[in-house]
Structures are given as structure tokens and as C-alpha cells.
């Protein structure tokens, strides 16, 4: 059975943030997440991002590093929430600077706000000569919104997503704020965690991108993930390269589940398959007869 026993202190330790990309169409989240992923040069990690796994981990040049959701918008991260699902540590809300702050931006920050998450904003297009960041900054301050140049606590940087201009500066200002939040797991327990995406490859069968949140996942592991079970045959990071064993925030793909789970299901790790499958088979049914039901009514 899943029994969530209480870390002992001296099990936790300190792990990366997992970051979310929000903001309003077109204002930059895919360009940003895409320089991210390819200036991953910025630790200089060898072999660069090459699968679409739907989250990612960098290194910074300190060395620190952060996991961000690679499924821009609001709408994964409200999806996620309504599973009950709370993966994200801090939001990036992108605002473009040549045009205002518009309904997606202003939901953006109520979703951030609701779940508790510290926001950073990123003040995107400042390259383009129409820009106006502290038109921005004036309309954040009009929503009770200061950040820090304008005497605030709210932390905000002016980048360019397409040169690439303050985006350092921006991941640096999102580990200051992950290091308030003092944020630990414990590796040392069967893993659990969130199911970030999943779908069904022609070659290899279901493959569920997952992110652990507590304790280590390994090869061998028996795992349930929403109505799905299995055994975990491989586990491949976002560079292509298989693991054994895999920590507290970090994006992995597995294969081994019996089908794909949805976004925001939590996982867990069992000691016996049978039982996996067992609880699998189980909410599978629960589902078909609430489904049947409401056909009814
Ligand atoms: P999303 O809808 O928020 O994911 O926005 P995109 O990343 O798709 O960007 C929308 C458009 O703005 C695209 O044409 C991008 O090339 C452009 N864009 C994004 N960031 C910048 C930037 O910093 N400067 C300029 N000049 N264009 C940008």
C-alpha cells in the first residue's frame, strides 16, 4: 500500500527548484524555454537537450541547478492543479514589453498567487525599439504588483528571449528565490511524484515523462501512476542518456507502464507489482462507473 511516512530531518536535503513558464500568447514562453534549453552551454554540461520529454534540467555556472516544465501556458499548470497536482516551485511570467499587461498575464499571477508560488517576472522583446519595460512595471504596480526598481519585493528582469539579453540575470534571480524557500526531499525512501506527460511510442510503447519529487527511482521499481502500472524497464533524462537511478527534481522518461497516464497524476513506487496492478485495475473500474453514471443522470 502507499503510506507517506515523515522524513526523518536528517534525510532531507537540499534539492533544485522546478520552475514554470506562464504568461499571455505570444509573449515569449516558448522562445525563452527554447534559449534555455539550448544555451544549456550555461554549465556546460556535455551532449545538449536533445528529446522533447515535456520538462527539462539545466546546471547554472555555479553549478545549482533547476528543472523547468517545458509545457508553456497556464493550462498544464492548471490541469496539474486540478489533479491535486502541485509541482511547481516558483513561475516565470513572461510579459512582453511592447504591448500590455493582458487577461492571460493577469490569470497567470492569479493561478501563481492561489497555489502560493513565488513569481518572477520576465519583462521579454526589451531588444525590439517599441519596448517599454517601465510602462510594465507601472502597470504591475497598479495591480499591487512592486517589484524591486520600483521599491518592491517582487523580482523582475528585462530580457530578450531572442538574443538571449538578461536571461543569466533572470535564472540567477530565480535561484535567490528558491533559496528562501529552502527547498529539501529525501532521497532516501521509494520514489514518488508527478506525471508530467505520456504517450504511446510506435517502437517502445508507453513512455510517461515523471518528475520525482521525493525519494530515488531505479530501474526494477514497481510503479502506479494514476490508473496505470509496471515495472520500470529504462529510464532516459532529457539528453538521451539512460540512468539507473534517479533523484528528487529531476524530469526522467520511463517505459515499462501498461498505458499512459494523465498529466498531473501523482505516482507512486510499490513494494510488490501485484499490488500496483491490483490498485491500477481498481481505480480504472471506480472511473468506468463514475463515467457511467453521469452518462445516466
Ligand atoms: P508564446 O506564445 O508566449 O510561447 O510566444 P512565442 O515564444 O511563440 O513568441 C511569440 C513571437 O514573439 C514569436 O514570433 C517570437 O519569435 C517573438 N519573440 C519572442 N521573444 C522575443 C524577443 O525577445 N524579441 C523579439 N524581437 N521577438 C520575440
Known sequence: SIVEVADAPEDLVSRAPIVTVMGHVDHGKTSLLDYIRKENVIGGESGGITQHIGAYGVTLENGQRMAFLDTPGHEAFTAMRARGAQVTDIAIIVVAADDDIMPQTKEAISHAQAAGVPIVFAINKVDKPTANPEKIKDGLAQMNL????????????????????????????????????????????????????????????????????????????????????????????????????????????????????????????????????????????????????????
Open 146 to 297: 512592486l517589484v524591486e526598481d520600483w521599491g518592491g519585493k517582487i523580482q523582475s528582469q528585462d530580457i530578450s528571449a531572442k538574443t538571449g539579453l538578461g536571461i543569466k540575470e533572470l535564472l540567477e534571480k530565480v535561484l535567490l528565490e528558491a533559496e528562501l524557500l529552502e527547498l529539501t526531499a529525501n532521497p532516501n525512501k521509494m520514489a514518488s511524484g508527478t506525471v508530467v506527460e505520456a504517450f504511446l511510442d510506435k517502437g517502445r510503447g508507453y513512455v510517461s515523462t515523471v518528475l520525482v519529487q521525493a525519494g530515488t527511482l531505479k530501474i526494477g521499481d514497481y510503479v502506479l501512476a494514476g490508473t496505470c502500472s509496471g515495472k520500470i524497464k529504462a529510464m532516459q533524462d532529457e539528453r538521451g542518456n539512460l540512468l539507473k537511478e534517479v533523484g528528487p527534481s529531476r524530469p526522467i522518461s520511463i517505459l515499462g507502464l501498461d498505458g499512459a497516464p494523465q498529466a498531473g497524476d501523482k505516482f507512486n513506487v510499490l513494494e510488490d507489482e501485484r499490488e500496483a496492478r491490483l490498485i491500477a485495475t481498481k481505480r480504472s473500474q471506480l472511473l468506468r462507473e463514475q463515467s457511467v453514471r453521469t452518462q445516466r443522470h
